[in-house]
């Protein structure tokens, strides 16, 4: 459906945060779009909560997997079902501008680009703006070796980009060794500079395990990018060293 917005969500044990994160989608400016919330857990317990957030909106569907098989089989089973022209990506403890849809899409058709991706800016548990990371006008596959500033929370791009490719299954990392398989393709990805998106630290998130970071980052370099051994230890170093300083300008 031309400029149908597929909006995925994975949802595993976020009940704090899930409200805030689908009210920011479903009070979109942008109308034209459907949620597809994938529950990514064997215990029901939240579903009836999941669904009185969503109030019977008919944009909303509800997908089960059989156990928690984690994020990136979570989206690659919602795209396998999607109807959008247009895929969007949205993590359950961030939330998004209420123009987001809207503003980024319009800047999307007007200058032709299949993929983009915006600032945004991290908030604590507290709900305080704790930083804010730019969206660079355009970032190649050399600058994206180095450093990732990608929001998975922000990206829109075209559902076509994903035709032949998914994200792989790993813990973490998955949404940084896609961006890099679409940037070895020449596909441009384009940022754009407004605060759109708004992604919470949480200090229990997978994300957020130092360790699991690193052996992910060396997976992506080595297994998925297929770099040497030492020059994929380099890359996690230099990737690390980036991540450090960024973290720290934070406070």
Do not use: H
């Not at 909106?57 to 059989?66: E, G, T």
């Not at 299954?169 to 398989?181: G, M, N, S």
């Not at 070895?184 to 997978?206: A, C, E, H, W, Y």
Request: with cysteine; net charge positive; charged share 25%.
């Amino acid at each position: 459906m031309k400029n149908l917005v597929s909006v995925i969500m994975p949802y595993y044990r976020k009940k704090n945060y899930f409200f805030k994160s689908v009210n920011s989608v479903l009070n979109q400016t942008y109308t034209d779009f459907e949620i597809l919330i994938i529950y990514d857990d064997q215990n029901r317990n939240d579903l009836e909560y999941i669904t009185t957030c969503v109030k019977n909106d008919l944009r909303v569907k509800i997908i089960f997997n059989d156990k928690n098989r984690g994020v990136a089989y979570s989206r690659n089973k919602a795209l396998s079902i999607a109807q959008g022209e247009y895929m969007a990506f949205l993590d359950c403890d961030d939330y998004w501008d209420l123009k987001k849809i809207e503003i980024q899409l319009n800047f999307m058709l007007i200058n032709g680009y299949d993929f983009s991706y915006t600032t945004y800016q991290i908030i604590n548990y507290k709900e305080k703006i704790i930083g804010t990371i730019k969206a660079r006008k355009i970032l190649k596959y050399k600058e994206l070796l180095k450093s990732c500033d990608i929001g998975l929370s922000s990206v829109i791009l075209k559902r076509k980009l994903l035709n032949d490719t998914r994200f792989p299954e790993i813990k973490t990392k998955e949404d940084y060794a896609l961006w890099l398989d679409l940037a070895k393709k020449s596909i441009d990805l384009v940022g754009l500079d407004k605060p759109l998106m708004f992604l919470r630290q949480t200090p229990n998130s997978l994300s957020s395990s130092i360790l699991q970071k690193l052996k992910d980052a060396f997976i992506v370099y080595y297994s998925y990018e297929k770099k040497n051994f030492f020059y994929s230890i380099f890359c996690v170093i230099r990737l690390s060293t980036y991540a450090f300083f960024k973290k720290i300008n934070l406070y």
